[in-house]
């Protein structure tokens, strides 16, 4: 097995968080195994297109709904449906032949890797999150190894099964954060609402940037990803309150925009918080309240506790509260470099790496 190329087939999505640790685990195993191959087998949802575009993967996508959290007529479509998620899942797992699969969760991982089990091949899974989604749960007793982002999530799944590895992070930032950091004159404000975006935190984080800058006579540079909703109104609203800011609905070049940030108001995705951790990035945190089993708000405290991130609850919060929760920080460069040191050692820089070690081993003892 040593040396040769690998056919991995990857699996999962339906949100940027489950996409790019696996693209990132992709990367590192043809860096390892040059002439590799990599077939992607995800859901039709613009999010999953995107975030693959400008990898060369083969793509391919299946018929498949979520379960979680859905009504009745919801459900029973999503069990019509699931005949022909098997049914496509092991067409193109016949097709590729792959030595491995690798699912970074979400529905359309179940069917996936639940054939290539029943098909013989090796399965590997990967969860980001401090409560494991629901594909993930089931899949434990089936997959041949667990990599796991945080140690919390250990006791959902079988002993001996699960190895901590990190969550991994695009090359790309990895690249930013062994780069000389240069120092500016005035203070970068990021504010991230994930992928889709999330109305009350642009409204939240908006208001204080301009609160801060009014009362505090606070001046700070803010770049702003909203989402495709909220991106005019944001832009406008900084632009009448004289606020320097770049807004836009999505980015592409996080990593040239992280290296201007010296300050993140963002929900607690995680593949986000493995980001900030890498790059040693303090943070104000507002989990997504609605996020399946509160994950985001668990993931979120590992870094709290660790003296990276502060996090402020969303219930609880006003305008107020996040303008000096915003103005501690941005006022005091010696905090946020402690955060920041804080922050970098909670870091799995070489997550990505110890996956492929995980799989290879995997493919080694099959």
């Not at 006579?217 to 609203?237: C, N, P, S, Y």
């Amino acid at each position: 097995m040593t040396g040769r190329p690998i056919r991995l087939l990857l699996t999962g999505g339906g949100t940027g968080g489950h996409l790019f640790p696996g693209i990132a685990a992709a990367e590192a195993l043809c860096r390892r195994r040059p002439g590799s191959e990599v077939m992607f087998i995800g859901t039709r949802r613009k999010i999953d297109r995107s975030s693959l575009a400008p990898y060369r993967f083969v793509i391919k996508t299946i018929h498949c709904r979520g379960i979680k959290g859905q009504n009745i007529m919801s459900l029973l479509k999503a069990a019509a449906v699931l005949p022909l998620s098997f049914f496509e899942a092991a067409w193109h797992i016949l097709r590729f032949k792959p030595d491995l699969v690798l699912g970074v969760g979400g529905y359309v991982t179940g069917p996936v890797v639940a054939m290539a089990r029943l098909l013989g091949k090796p399965t590997v899974i990967h969860e980001q999150n401090a409560v494991p989604g629901l594909a993930n749960r089931k899949l434990g007793g089936l997959a041949d190894r667990i990599c796991l982002s945080i140690p919390e999530s250990r006791t959902y799944f079988p002993a001996g099964k699960a190895v901590l590895t990190g969550n991994p992070v695009r090359s790309q930032i990895l690249a930013l954060a062994r780069a000389p950091q240069e120092g500016g004159t005035e203070t970068t404000v990021m504010v991230l609402g994930g992928s889709q975006g999330a109305h009350r935190v642009n409204e939240l984080a908006t208001e204080a940037i301009v609160r801060y800058k009014r009362d505090a006579a606070g001046d700070l540079k803010v770049i702003h990803q909203t989402g495709a909703a909220d991106e005019q109104w944001v832009k406008d609203r900084y632009e009448s309150a004289g606020v320097r800011a770049l807004v836009g609905a999505f980015f592409t070049d996080m990593a040239a925009l992280y290296a201007q940030a010296d300050l993140l108001i963002s929900r607690a995705g995680a593949t986000t918080l493995a980001e900030l951790a890498v790059l040693g990035k303090p943070a104000i945190l507002i989990p997504y309240p609605y996020a399946a089993d509160n994950h985001q708000e668990k993931n979120g405290r590992l870094y709290v506790q660790g003296g990276g991130a502060v996090m402020l609850v969303e219930k609880d919060l006003t305008e107020g509260s996040l303008t000096a929760a915003l103005g501690l920080l941005a006022a005091d460069p010696g905090r946020r470099e402690e955060m920041a040191g804080k922050m970098k050692a909670l870091a799995y820089p070489q997550a990505a790496e110890a996956i492929v070690d995980v799989c290879l081993q995997i493919l080694a003892e099959s």
